[in-house]
């Protein structure tokens, strides 16, 4: 699936649906969940050829009506030339008026399709939200700031130098348009609305009708467009748009009242503003891009580990920091492996939450877009597989009392985890996170990299692998150096799970260790 065509379905189908009280999915943080609009978007274009078939055939009914009453009137216009005075053709020109033009006008008031239109009102609950549209939206400033691509560039469908069949047109560069200068985002906001403003000179009259109908309208276009020259101290480009802006035909009264407003008041409204700046983590997005060389001096090996198995098949090994410990181990989960756990956790994932302390609730945050699940391990074979093969990889003791549930995770459009730690770093009843095993279930083609900023360490996910970090130092502390991130997907599908170990009960395991009660 390709980034922008998923975009694109969320910015068209949720800014139809609004907010509702049920909902179930959220389709801007799980790429599993969106391509369950598919089958949606499917039925939504088969109702509208319904749709279109019946107003097709009102269409008909009103061109059959029209020529038949250009014939009676050719005829009672020639009766009249002819000064051939017909009761007939009077009477059928009074009864017409008289007992006909009521009925065209109830057929023009009809209800076209109603059940057609009753089948859609029922598909309502299954379209995106206002947090998946907005989630979205966010998702773009996000993908563009850390990968440093150009709002031109992506809205034709060019990341990061590959070209993909994809772009925006002139109603979503509005939208997002419209999301920058509501964001204070103006500098940026200023290109989308160049974008869109570019791509409406092109459009043919058709096109300008669809997309009138869909929000895009050119006077409201304009007032918001010379707003945001006016807020970047562009007074020449503004004071242009805004008088081409009031020789627009114009239906809201209202709308073109307010750009008379700012006609006669411009120099007030002239005053620029700053924009909004979007603050990252020091490295984080140079890590995103992989822009730091790994550490030298550190070697790939093959670890043959405490179980006789591994004699014969061991880990592949690539070390990648000391202190903190941190590897990639390859091949450890297989295709068979990872298609199972996928089926197994995609009907349970559900959007994934962060703690908030002031409110001392779990919500839904901008700062982790994926769905996720916790997967129960006991009774079900591959969950157990999974977790002994982590013991092997470690060396600690993975069991229903010194470890987490197996975390299956997908993260959806520009789905990221910014930069965080998994220490608790506070008593807890079975110890603090001592390490993380984070399996990869698939590969992901641009982005999608798990980063610590303070190491200047990347690594990309390669499907079937695992990375092993410590948490904890030696005096089972939390270690700020594991702060870590999951980088925004730009291009593919991620699939991850996470296998958390706790430090207590790992003390034969690591006699030397201080362990914290």
């Known amino acids: 699936m390709k980034f922008l065509f998923l975009f694109l379905v969320l910015l068209c189908v949720s800014y139809v649906a609004g907010q509702l009280n049920v909902h179930a999915k959220y389709y801007s943080s799980s790429v599993s969940d ?55 053709n009077y009477f059928s020109s009074l009864r017409r008026l008289h007992s006909d033009w009521p009925k065209w006008l109830q057929f023009m008031r009809q209800n076209v399709a109603k059940e057609t239109q009753d089948r859609v009102q029922e598909m309502r609950h299954k379209l995106p939200i206002e947090d998946d549209y907005y989630g979205a939206l966010n998702s773009i400033y996000v993908l563009l700031d850390v990968y440093l691509i150009t709002p031109q560039d992506f809205a034709k469908g060019l990341l990061n130098g590959k070209q993909y069949n994809s772009s925006l047109d002139a109603l979503d560069c509005y939208a997002v348009a419209q999301f920058a200068l509501r964001n204070e985002y103006y500098k940026e906001a200023l290109e989308w609305f160049y974008l869109s403003w570019n791509y409406q000179q092109n459009l043919k009259e058709s096109q300008h009708k669809y997309f009138l109908l869909m929000g895009l309208d050119p006077v409201r276009f304009s007032k918001l467009y010379s707003r945001n020259l006016l807020k970047e101290n562009k007074k020449v480009e503004a004071w242009k748009v805004l008088k081409e802006a009031l020789l627009l035909p114009h239906h809201d009264i209202i709308l073109f009242r307010k750009l008379r407003e700012i006609e006669r008041n411009f120099y007030v409204h002239s005053k620029p503003e700053t924009s909004v700046t979007r603050e990252y983590w020091t490295d984080h997005r140079e890590c995103c891009r992989g822009e730091y060389k790994p550490p030298k001096g550190l070697s790939c090996y093959y670890e043959y580990g405490a179980d006789p198995f591994l004699r014969i098949a061991p880990f592949k090994v690539e070390l990648l920091n000391r202190s903190p410990y941190v590897a990639a181990y390859y091949d450890v989960l297989n295709d ?11 009907p349970q994932i559900r959007r994934s939450l962060l703690y908030n302390h002031t409110l001392d609730i779990d919500q839904a945050d901008v700062d982790r877009t994926s769905n996720s699940v916790f997967m ?40 990221q985890y910014t930069p965080h730690c998994d220490y608790f770093d506070e008593n807890a009843e079975n110890g603090d996170r001592l390490a993380t ?41 939390g270690d700020k150096d594991s702060t870590h991130s999951a980088c925004p997907v730009l291009f593919g599908n991620k699939w991850v799970a996470t296998k958390w170990i706790y430090h207590f009960d790992q003390m034969t395991r690591w006699p030397c260790l201080s362990i914290k009660k």
């Open 34 to 88: 969106m391509i369950s609009l598919q089958d949606l978007k499917h039925s939504l274009i088969s109702e509208l050829e319904l749709y279109a078939t019946e107003l097709k055939g009102k269409l008909q009914s009103v061109k059959k009506g029209i020529s038949h009453l250009e014939t009676q009137i050719r005829r009672l216009e020639d009766n009249i030339l002819g000064q051939e005075y017909n009761q007939i």
């Open 437 to 477: 095993v984070l399996f990869y279930l698939t590969d992901v083609q641009q982005g999608g990299a798990t980063v610590f900023p303070f190491l200047r360490l990347s690594y990309f996910p390669k499907k079937g692998s695992a990375l092993i970090f410590r948490n904890l130092d030696n005096a089972m502390s």
């Open 376 to 415: 129960e391990e006991t009774g079900i074979t591959l969950l157990e597989t999974i977790s002994q093969r982590a013991a092997d990889m470690t060396d600690l003791y993975v069991t229903a009392i010194s470890s987490e549930d197996l975390q299956v995770i997908n993260y959806g459009l520009g789905g």
């Open 336 to 346: 068979s492996e990872i298609e199972e756990l996928k089926l197994m956790s995609s």
